[in-house]
């Protein structure tokens, strides 16, 4: 479970988004920080049982900062207010399809799939859809996947993509951008001691997605 502390910080950063108040209230965030990654190195081993493919990892692999790249943004507020952890092989920044982790108060969330791909690799997962059509569609039409996440979540091309066949049959879903799934996670369950338990059951139900994406870009 995670604990009331965490939301309760997360809920103070949103309103005192600005670095004299962190600085002054840095162990607030320390304490939060360090039961969040508590928790995610809880959920790797989890998700290794079910998916050996993610290897080892730690949760230092995982988690995102909490500082934000405002260089190119009109946004200018110093910190993210939210926590998150991407299980997946080779860590956050590899570029492989995986398991997300967002806690935030109101707006947590359990994500799968990958988000905004390079160039390249959205090329190779295209193709990969293009090719396994029917694997891909029996993976999106699976009950579970259906219970879980109703269909695939992101923006799409207004045309089809350069190199395939405009005629295409299921040439919707080649238009994605990103290939992303999402089930909302709400604060009564972030705080439930059955946490674990859900996450998994969840994360089990992108496996099939995550390793079509992954064989992609192999």
Same mark, same amino acid.
């Given at each position: 479970m995670i604990s009331p502390n965490v939301l309760q910080f997360l809920e103070f950063l949103k309103k005192n988004n600005n670095r004299e108040w962190f600085r002054a209230n840095k162990p607030l965030?320390? =304490? $939060?920080?360090? =039961?969040?990654?508590?928790f995610v190195n809880q959920l790797i081993p989890a998700v290794r049982k079910f998916d050996n493919e993610i290897g080892i990892l730690s949760?230092?692999?995982?988690?995102?900062? /909490?500082?934000? #790249?405002?260089?190119?943004?009109?946004?200018?507020?110093?910190?993210?207010i939210n926590f998150g952890g991407f299980i997946t092989k080779g860590g956050r920044r590899a570029g492989n399809a995986g398991y997300y982790l967002h806690i935030e108060p109101q707006n947590s969330f359990l994500g799968g799939g990958i988000y905004m791909p390079a160039? $390249?690799?959205?090329? $190779?997962?295209?193709?990969?859809?293009?090719?396994?059509? #029917? =694997?891909?569609?029996?993976?999106?039409? #699976?009950?579970?996947? /259906?219970?879980?996440?109703?269909?695939?979540?992101g923006e799409k091309l207004v045309r089809p993509p350069k190199d395939f066949p405009p005629d295409f049959e299921e040439i919707e879903l080649l238009k994605f951008k990103s290939y992303v799934v999402l !089930?909302?996670? +709400? #604060?009564?369950?972030?705080?439930?001691?059955?946490?674990?338990?859900?996450? /998994?059951?969840?994360?089990?139900?992108?496996? +099939?997605?995550? !390793?079509?994406?992954?064989?992609?870009? =192999?």
């Open positions: 965030y320390e =304490e $939060a920080k360090v =039961e969040v990654e508590s949760p230092n692999d995982c988690m995102f900062r /909490i500082y934000r #790249d405002v260089r190119f943004s009109k946004d200018k507020s110093p910190y993210k160039g $390249a690799s959205l090329k $190779a997962i295209r193709q990969e859809i293009y090719y396994n059509i #029917d =694997e891909f569609r029996n993976i999106i039409n #699976d009950n579970d996947f /259906i219970k879980n996440f109703r269909q695939l979540e !089930h909302p996670l +709400s #604060d009564k369950i972030l705080l439930s001691e059955d946490l674990q338990n859900f996450v /998994i059951k969840i994360f089990k139900s992108m496996l +099939s997605l995550n !390793h079509f994406i992954n064989r992609a870009l =192999e």
